[in-house]
């Protein structure tokens, strides 16, 4: 089995655009990392995800459900985002991560997710 690690940087500037399908509901294994692309320790702190329409900004709801973060290996970084529950309706997803550390929040992304109707 392989798995695509995708970097997500704290430079809202550097888009990664993937595609799914309404009906679809992925995880994605992603690396958190820098402005120079070094890998975030995230060892310490709470991470969450925010989900938008990318066109609206208005927050993209699922049926069901909270996205779970799972730290798959901190120290460099990647984490495990299981969305809530599949992709209900096409759209195109921002999917940013924040963690915080004490009152310190850095935020990762945006990962854009093209949700399409079949």
Request: charged residues 10%; negative net charge; proline residues 5%.
């Amino acid at each position: 089995m392989s798995v695509n690690i995708i970097n997500i940087t704290e430079d809202p500037e550097q888009v990664v655009q993937l595609a799914a399908w309404t009906g679809d509901w992925h995880t994605y294994v992603v690396r958190l990392v820098d402005s120079n692309g070094s890998p975030i320790d995230i060892t310490t702190g709470t991470l969450a995800a925010t989900y938008t329409n990318a066109a609206t900004g208005v927050a993209y709801s699922f049926v069901t459900g909270t996205a779970t973060l799972t730290k798959s290996l901190s120290s460099q970084g990647i984490v495990t985002v299981l969305n809530p529950a599949a992709y209900p309706t096409a759209a195109v997803v921002r999917l940013t991560l924040s963690l915080t550390v004490s009152t310190t929040v850095r935020r990762f992304g945006p990962l854009l997710i093209e949700v399409l109707a079949p």
